[in-house]
């Protein structure tokens, strides 16, 4: 083996792959709450699995190939983005560039790496479009209320008062042509956690495309979704049928699309949540009011590409139906699917806007 082959096989060594041949020679079924729906496989057919850890989640890269390790060093430096990305956009690392912008960025304006500088124009557009249900400068939020550090708590009303002062993304000055970006105040941070997922994936799917990989499938956490193509397995097909979480349910789904040249994205609450006194508090925060977002168990959307999917998901759960439907007029394309309690406890109830209604098959 020369030295370049070895370096790929310790490379696929550090990712969990796997190669999906035909049913009949795994014997074994794909698990039944991930991203991609049971199916046959056809004979001749693979279907390879590319995994890594990051982003405190999993990130999967699913490939069809007609023979092991068919466009398997594509799928990886694609996974190497995602790497790549983390680096530069946790919150939880001090030495990321949206941490040292929460240090120096409210002294004097700093230039920002541009394809960040573009993201963070869209944050700032989102907030504007979604009345504040949407703000990357809610991590003060995060850490009151103990999500943070994922221990948590509910605050004194002084402390939630003092970290609303810190909320809000008009107070990030954003400069296009010098392509910097000024906090107005001390103590204002950045946390991209409601997008951070879509946009990794959005540059996973640019990777792929360009080393011209036609048609994958790639999630992170399963939450977040984006397909391209076709999955090709002998059965006639259009897209990649995607199962949707059940809010309440780990082992189930609400039900399952089709996507082909698009995303989805899932936000909810209930199994990131304590409970207090007999109340539950789930991590999902609203930004306008400070306090968990409790109008939906949880919202899925579909859209044009994983960042607007990730990010209106967030909004959708925190706006609730009444500002969703108000405000899909600005994103034509995106539909929604809102999960709500039902009448009979354990039940949930269903509102589709957009075209959800015409894309998903209820279980």
């Known amino acids: 083996m020369t030295s370049e082959e070895e370096r790929r096989a310790s ?20 698990p039944e709450t991930g991203p991609i729906a049971e199916s046959s496989v056809a004979p001749g057919a693979y279907l390879i699995q590319l995994s890594r850890k990051a982003m405190a989640c999993q990130f999967e ?21 995602v790497t790549e ?15 040292r912008l929460g240090v120096t960025a409210y002294l004097r304006p700093q230039v920002v790496e541009p394809q960040l500088f573009k993201l963070l ?13 949407f703000d990357i400068t809610a991590g003060p939020l995060s850490k009151v209320w103990g999500f943070f550090d994922r221990d948590g708590k509910v605050p004194a009303e002084t402390d939630l008062a003092e970290a609303m002062q810190l909320v809000g993304s008009n107070q990030l000055v954003l400069d296009h042509d010098q392509r910097t970006v000024f906090f107005t105040q001390e103590g204002v941070e950045l946390n991209l956690g409601s997008i951070g997922k879509g946009y990794a ?17 790639i999630h992170g956490g ?22 949707v979480p059940h809010p309440l349910r780990p082992d ?9 040249n698009e995303a989805l994205g899932t936000s909810g609450a209930a199994f990131q949540a304590f409970i207090h006194q007999g109340k539950k508090y789930g991590h999902v925060l609203d930004p306008r009011s ?14 044009p590409n994983a960042t607007l999917a990730d990010a209106l998901a967030t909004a959708c759960y925190v706006m609730g139906p009444q500002g969703t439907e108000e405000l899909l007029p600005k994103y034509p394309g995106v539909s929604v699917l809102m999960v709500q309690e039902g009448k009979r406890r354990g039940s949930v109830e269903t509102i589709m806007l957009g075209e959800m209604e015409q894309r998903l098959t209820l279980c």
Not at 121 to 133: I, K, M, P, Y
């Open 252 to 260: 189930r789904r609400i039900g399952t699309v089709h996507l082909k």
């Open 290 to 303: 400070g306090r968990p977002a409790t109008s939906v168990l949880s919202a899925t959307v579909i859209a």
């Open 61 to 81: 890269v699913y490939l069809n190939a007609l023979g092991p390790g068919t466009e398997t060093e594509a799928g990886i430096a694609a996974l190497d983005i």
């Open 201 to 217: 994936l959005d540059r996973c799917r640019d990777s792929l495309l360009e080393a011209e990989v036609a048609d994958f499938l």
């Open 222 to 243: 399963t939450s977040s979704v984006i397909a391209q193509g076709i999955r090709k397995d002998g059965v006639e097909r259009d897209g990649w049928e995607v199962g």
């Open 11 to 30: 490379r696929r060594s550090f990712l969990r792959g796997k190669i999906f041949a035909p049913q009949e020679e795994v014997g074994e079924e794909e």
């Open 121 to 133: 124009e869209l944050c700032v557009q989102l907030h504007r479009d979604t009345r504040g249900a």
């Open 85 to 99: 990305l983390e680096a530069q956009l946790s919150a939880y690392r001090y030495d990321s560039e949206i941490c």
